[in-house]
């Protein structure tokens, strides 16, 4: 379903430690250290599409017609603090650590598929700093194949069971299948995260529900084999948008509270680089949903497009620049290979803007 307006919060900086004490007017960005007072205003009419700049003022009181309610309801939205995560508070940037446990990741397939070395690393990345360690059998990079339920069970349950005995770190499972969901949340996985929104499988939806896990929703155009060979919006920022508004109403119709839930516009998955920068520079915009947002952009095409760096794991420095500038813009959770650097700039860009490192505390 087309929206006929969006709010996009713009300009954000620090938070002041004590708004009301020092007379601030803005309001603050979903529970986190960042304000904004100025907001774009997008109005979409089918193909027509206008966007201007407005000030907290006039949105907050001009009559925009229609508009006005869901205006109103936009910048509640955007501003209620985010509730945890499986226990996890989402006042600041959080990292998700990859634990790809498949022969043919883009990034690193292969050298963690065996279930004790990927045990290993995913330890090695919880004590780095990741707060969700990510485990993935089933490579869904442009072009991969389909991979087996049963193959992607064996895969990642081992390796599910064997983290849950030795760490206390959120678990998520990166899968598009019903099943694999389902044995993954017996095995202890605390998250689910579907690149397809609970589209690929049809009983997807059902055991999303049944599992009472939160749920990762990410937007993506097409299959994995075939969907970066011609991709086509007529707005990239307001399609995907609009269709992750609908999977979360699907959600919630199937008994999926909002709470539950996190969107990932899905860098990378059904979009060449325009559309990823595109979707890079309004990542505020999906606060208006008002749920957590993901970003996954780590180690990814865009930086190769962007810098010519052919092997993926020369893209760190990229990889560090695209989570801060998701960090800049809100987002709650950054979906990385490298966390130690990862850990690390986050840190320094939160004492920064903070102006004291107290703020780490």
């Not at 379903?1 to 713009?10: C, G, N, V």
Request: with cysteine.
């Amino acid at each position: 379903m087309q929206r006929a307006t969006y709010l996009k919060p713009i300009g954000l900086f620090p938070a002041p430690a004590d708004p009301i004490e020092e007379g601030f007017a803005g309001l603050p960005l979903a529970g986190q250290a960042l304000s904004f007072t100025t907001v774009e205003l997008a109005e979409r009419d089918g193909t027509h599409i206008t966007r201007r700049i407005v000030t907290l003022g006039d949105a907050i009181e001009r009559d925009w017609g229609r508009a006005t309610l869901l205006a109103a309801q936009d910048l509640e939205a955007i501003t209620a603090p985010r509730p945890r995560l499986a226990g996890l508070a989402l006042d600041r940037p959080r990292i998700m650590g990859i634990v790809n446990v498949t022969p043919d990741s883009f990034s690193d397939g292969g050298l963690h598929d065996q279930a004790e070395a990927a045990i290993a690393h995913a330890l090695q990345l919880a004590e780095e700093g990741a707060d969700i360690l990510d485990v993935g059998g089933e490579s869904t990079r442009p072009g991969a194949a389909y991979v087996p339920v049963e193959d992607e069970l064996a895969r990642v349950i081992p390796v599910i069971e064997g983290l849950r005995k030795r760490t206390d770190k959120l678990i998520s499972i990166d899968t598009r299948k019903a099943e694999v969901m389902r044995q993954a949340a017996a095995a202890g996985a605390d998250i689910l995260n579907d690149v397809s929104a609970l589209s690929h499988d049809p009983d997807a939806m059902r055991i999303a529900a049944a599992t009472g896990l939160p749920l990762i929703l990410m937007h993506a155009q097409g299959d994995p084999r075939t969907m970066n060979d011609n991709p086509q919006y007529d707005d990239v920022v307001l399609d995907v948008f609009d269709y992750l508004e609908g999977r979360i109403a699907a959600c919630e119709e199937a008994g999926i509270p909002r709470a539950r839930l996190v969107v990932d516009p899905g860098i990378g998955f059904g979009k060449h680089l325009h559309h990823n920068v595109a979707v890079m520079a309004s990542l505020a915009l999906y606060h208006a949903l008002g749920v957590p947002i993901l970003l996954g952009a780590s180690r990814k095409k865009l930086i190769d497009h962007i810098c010519d760096v052919p092997n993926p794991r020369d893209r760190v420095p990229g990889s560090i620049a695209a989570a801060l500038a998701g960090a800049a813009q809100g987002v709650q959770i950054v979906r990385v290979h490298d966390v130690a650097a990862t850990y690390q700039a986050l840190n320094v860009w939160r004492a920064s803007i903070a102006g004291t490192a107290e703020a780490l505390r």
